[in-house]
């Protein structure tokens, strides 16, 4: 069983940065892809971006393309999200995902972590 815990949430004023890390155990971490998924109040869950096992392939949603950058530490068993630039509409819960799959991973990753609150105050 893969564990996945996010940590690096917060209050940021708009216009401000933030790094979410998430830290995986129970599987080799090079043999995952990984990704990060968000969920605002009252708004469906919706992906973020995702990254491939070695760190080669990355991708991003629309909406935080240009701003947010995805990466990983596999001697760490880490994977980041460094978000700039910061608007009140990035206020939302961000989950770290894992799957074996690269495809999945965007789509329906098979493990998630718990959460960590992002609050962007205008």
């Known amino acids: 069983q893969v564990q996945l815990v996010e940590s690096g949430g917060g209050l940021v004023q708009a216009e401000g940065s933030l790094r979410l890390s998430c830290t995986a155990s129970g599987r080799t971490f090079s043999s995952l892809a990984m990704g990060w998924f968000r969920q605002a109040p009252g708004k469906e869950r919706e992906f973020v971006a995702r990254?491939?096992?070695?760190?080669?392939?990355?991708a991003y949603a629309d909406s935080v393309k240009g701003r947010f950058t995805i990466s990983r530490d596999n001697a760490k068993n880490t994977v980041y999200l460094q978000m700039n630039s910061l608007n009140p509409e990035d206020t939302a819960s961000y989950y770290c995902?894992?799957?074996?799959?690269?495809?999945?991973?965007?789509?329906?990753?098979?493990?998630w972590g718990q959460g960590t609150q992002v609050t962007v105050s205008s």
């Open positions: 990254i491939s096992w070695g760190g080669g392939n990355r």
């Open positions: 995902v894992g799957d074996v799959s690269l495809g999945t991973v965007a789509d329906r990753p098979a493990y």
